[in-house]
């Protein structure tokens, strides 16, 4: 079955700290499609970053970045020189590609998410 | 701005009442998806539209059903509430049915159960 896992459930850093959100997932199928999204405290889902499995390559995205790696099933967000305005709530998200025409194909798969405290 | 507007932002009812949610996607989407959140479940998928027809369905209680309409809105209706049906609940729309669209994700109603 179809699982994320955010083992950290929160972290504290002060500013200009680099912070590593690590996500691990699982999945039977060959076919699938890993997300990030942040909430900050005004309660919004904001999208950041998609992945499909036959792209290992990271992503840099200014101060972000992102790892993917196939043999550990990790997806994992580096935020560098974290500032105040990087607080919030971080959740990885699974979807799954499916049988063509198949049924549960878009629905996200969150993890509990991570609750980044970037401190002045 | 995602684009995607949900209505209301606050709701406050009481127990066994019928409440009703109201979501419009961004322009040009033909798929909308409906959440839960909450403290101990986390966000869970309740149930997916495309073009007005139901895609997929996850943990959405018998209590609560949704539909698509026409020009594309959505409704998430919750009846017979309990307080456990306390919880934020978004409204998100992609362009496309299939697992590659990043989803869009509205602001969210926040239910409260008295």
């Known amino acids: 079955a179809q699982k994320v896992t955010q083992a950290q459930t929160e972290i504290s850093v002060v500013e200009k700290e680099d912070v590593t959100l690590d996500c691990v997932y699982e999945?039977?199928?060959?076919?699938?499609?890993l997300f990030w999204y942040k909430q900050p405290p005004s309660g919004e889902l904001v999208f950041l970053i998609r992945?499909?499995?036959?792209?290992?390559q990271n992503e840099i995205s200014g101060r972000y970045s992102w790892n993917f790696q196939k043999s550990t099933s990790s997806f994992n967000f580096t935020i560098t020189a974290s500032q105040v305005v990087d607080s919030a709530v971080y959740f990885c998200?699974?979807?799954?590609?499916?049988?063509?025409?198949?049924?549960?194909?878009?629905?996200?798969?969150f993890g509990k998410g991570t609750k980044l405290s970037v401190k002045p | 701005d995602s684009g995607v507007t949900q209505t209301p932002k606050h709701l406050i009812t009481a127990t066994g009442q019928r409440v009703t949610l109201r979501c419009s996607p961004r322009?040009?989407?033909?798929?909308v998806y409906w959440y839960q959140q909450s403290l101990d479940q986390g966000l869970q998928f309740l149930i997916h539209?495309?073009?007005?027809?139901?895609?997929a369905k996850g943990n959405i209680l018998e209590r609560f059903s949704a539909q698509q309409f026409p020009d594309l809105h959505s409704e998430l209706n919750l009846s017979s509430l309990e307080l456990g049906d306390s919880a934020l609940y978004f409204c998100?729309?992609?362009?496309?049915?299939?697992?590659?669209?990043?989803?869009?994700f509205g602001n969210g109603t926040r239910l409260t159960v008295t």
């Open positions: 322009s040009g989407d033909l798929s």
């Open positions: 999945t039977r199928d060959t076919t699938y499609y």
């Open positions: 539209y495309y073009n007005g027809e139901e895609r």
């Open positions: 992945r499909n499995s036959f792209d290992e």
């Open positions: 998200a699974l979807s799954e590609g499916g049988l063509p025409g198949g049924g549960s194909q878009g629905n996200l798969i």
């Open positions: 998100a729309s992609s362009d496309s049915p299939g697992a590659n669209s990043p989803l869009h």
